[in-house]
């Protein structure tokens, strides 16, 4: 390393200063980036070690299992996959053929292992292993620069979430013992959710940085853009997640508090501090910007096919079927509409305001929100396994987690001089690649806590995010193009 860059490393690059929303964390983590990184893994394994210490094996062993599947089963294959030349044409299908085959057969390879390694090998967690690392490598070879953008820095960042995941393990082992509960995982559906929160926060974070990095901007300065873009999402994700537990949590509000931000912190901030510190430090180079610019010219072309198709008018009468659609769901199913969803919805609404601090951007994904929370039950509810209260508040904080993103690049986009659907184009560029690949790890996440009985309930969480993610997604374009259209300028 020369001493221009190790100076560069050692000293606050005044770029990260010029905006004052997040400038300390900023400062510390990009400007300070060795500093950030020794106290983040000191703090890390000194409440590890005290809160191991003193727990039960079965504690140890939940809290390592969920950390290890992120770090190696969704962030090692994604690396690997992001790394390897992408084939094209035949081998490329061929490619594709194998890896469906190996993941049809992993359980069947499992015991095969299990059977030769002679250690007791679990077979039904071998191949549940192989089978989520394999779709995730395929996805990051296969995705296209939709998928391919981030390339090393997204396994940094999965990395970080997963240290974050391990310190909440701690954190919450730490405060059950203080409290005299009982013994065992603390809250562990908390601890899940916290994780798979911080995984969606990395798919972000990596591609403002690679977005950075294609506009010119060198390592420390795109570190610390991306760091400070990142950080109202990171806010939306953590007081979403924070009001969830607590109106969930078994221990009281007083506890349940303490509970709650145990488990929605350490993950977020451990990729913000400890990512952004590692991207100051590993830097990005030309390939990623190029890559960068593949993935934003992808997504345009993409999304020039749609483009004739949403018009304000357009979106405008779709707001109003949706709106129909969600009254007749309303009135006919036996019940009424989901009081645990319209609650989720109305606290990621709540939570998109004052993180994104922006009234309409609140207003318009707690209303989106609000008409999936009342037509997802009513279509998709007798065909998807009964959720609890929890999984249900779970499933749609996940969901808002995955709108965000778009919902933020929208708001900073928005201009009363340019049209609704220009500004939705602009938006949905930058994001989309981010976006689909928050939808991939979302995915890994619950199916790595669900497969190794960390969660078991993790299965349902995931069909239903994966109900009212799509919903999201497939009713923004037209939800926030007529929505600006509405408050702003249309055609």
Partial sequence: MSEARRSALLEIDPRVTERPFGDPLVALAVGRPVLMMGLCLVGVATIGALAFRMAAPSTV?????????????????ALVGAATPAPSGLARALLALFLALVVAAAPAIGGFAASASGVGLDPAGFGAGLRIGLVVFGLF??????????????????AASGIGVAAAFALAELGQIASDRAPGAPNIEFLVLGGVLGLQLSAFLAGRFAEALARGGSDLAAAAEAVRESAPLAA?????????????????????????????????????????????LVGGGDAAAVAANARRDAASRQLRRV?????????????AVAGVVAIVAALDRPGGPDPAALLGAAIAGGAAAVAFVSLRAGVAVGALLTVIATIIPWAAGPFLPAPTRLETMAA?????????????AWRERRNPWRKAREVWLAAAETSLGATLTAAALTAAGLWAAAAFDVWPEAARVLAWTTAYG????????????????AIGRGE
């Fill in 470 to 485: 799509l919903a999201a997604l497939l009713l923004s374009p037209a939800w926030l193009i007529g929505f600006g259209a």
């Fill in 396 to 408: 749609m904080l996940l969901a808002a987690g995955l709108l965000a993103p778009v919902t933020l």
């Fill in 61 to 77: 062993a939940a809290a390592l299992a969920f950390p290890s599947s992120i770090v190696f089963l969704i962030g090692l294959p």
């Fill in 307 to 319: 483009r004739g198709y949403l018009s304000s008018s357009a979106c405008l009468s779709a707001m």
């Fill in 141 to 158: 070879l296969l995705g296209g620069p939709l998928a391919r953008a981030d390339r090393a820095h997204l396994a940094i960042l999965i």
């Fill in 236 to 280: 939306f994700l953590a007081i979403g997640a924070s009001l969830t537990f607590v109106l969930n949590a078994p221990s009281g509000f007083g506890a349940g508090l303490v509970d709650a931000a145990a488990a929605a912190l350490p993950s977020q901030l451990a990729v913000i501090a400890m990512g952004g510190a590692a991207l100051a």
